[in-house]
């Protein structure tokens, strides 16, 4: 199994990994143990039919005995779980749970420039209190104005690309409801249009959000900055009346 690392960007939240594959089956096993007698291995093959297999090993590989294994077959979307009986039913049960039918996810992303100085009312339009005060205790900045925002709806599993506002690009492909209220945007980038012959990409990393909670990245030249710039997101399973194009 192979890795990509990602690059850094400034979180108030912690980024998740991305993972990689390479080769029409992958096998992620525990390291074999010498002690004793063991009960015995079962084999049995999931096929999930709503959700990609892939998303769900990482619920699995946890489950493994020093024994098992769980291996990745894509072109089916089938996972093949190798452990003890009682390992693999209780993975089936994760499984079960996992492979929900696909639901819409309202993703909205509010783009804003932050700024030092003397709070002024007239800088900060656009942006509710909550989310003023918010920003404010966590950050040093006193001023945010909002310069693009945009509401999308996409399914589980669904690549998206959408405008917001006239400036910018945002991309991903939204990932899968977990049972903790949490989702994964995959590949998940930020573009700046405007006066560029090719978009200027701003922020390119993976991100689990939970349903209802926003998660605020920032954008500095350094620490010391005058002015950042601040990429809102807020996911919960409401459904606006504006779709991705």
């Known amino acids: 199994m192979h890795k990509r690392g990602l690059r850094s960007v400034w ?21 074999q143990s010498s002690t004793g007698a063991s009960p015995p291995l079962v084999v049995h093959a999931y096929t999930l039919e709503h959700q990609p297999a892939v998303e769900a090993i990482g619920l699995i590989h946890p489950l493994l005995t020093k024994r098992g294994a769980v291996e990745l077959q894509p072109g089916g979307n089938t996972l093949v779980i190798r452990d003890t009986a009682a390992v693999v039913r209780q993975a089936v049960a994760l499984l079960a749970d996992f492979d929900h039918p696909t639901s819409p996810i309202h ?20 942006l509710s209190p909550a989310l003023l005060s918010r920003l404010r ?14 509401s999308i709806v996409a399914r589980e599993a669904e690549e998206v690309a959408y405008r917001v506002g006239d400036d910018y690009r945002v991309s991903f492909r939204m990932g899968t409801l977990m049972a903790d209220r949490r989702i994964k945007l995959h590949g998940f980038q930020v573009a700046h249009q405007l006066g560029n012959p090719e978009p200027k990409e701003l922020i390119h990393t993976n991100l689990n959000l939970w349903l209802s909670k926003p998660m605020i990245l920032g954008l500095a030249k350094e620490e010391a900055s005058k002015e950042a710039l601040m990429v809102i997101l807020t996911c919960n399973l409401e459904r606006p009346a504006v779709r991705p194009e």
């Open 11 to 31: 979180s108030l939240s912690a980024a998740a990994g991305l993972l990689a594959i390479g080769w029409p089956a992958l096998v992620l096993a525990a390291p």
């Open 107 to 126: 993703l909205e992303i509010k783009i804003v420039r932050a700024g030092l100085g003397t709070a002024e009312p007239e800088a900060n339009r656009g």
């Open 137 to 150: 205790d966590l950050l040093r900045y006193q001023n945010y104005r909002l310069l693009a925002d945009a």
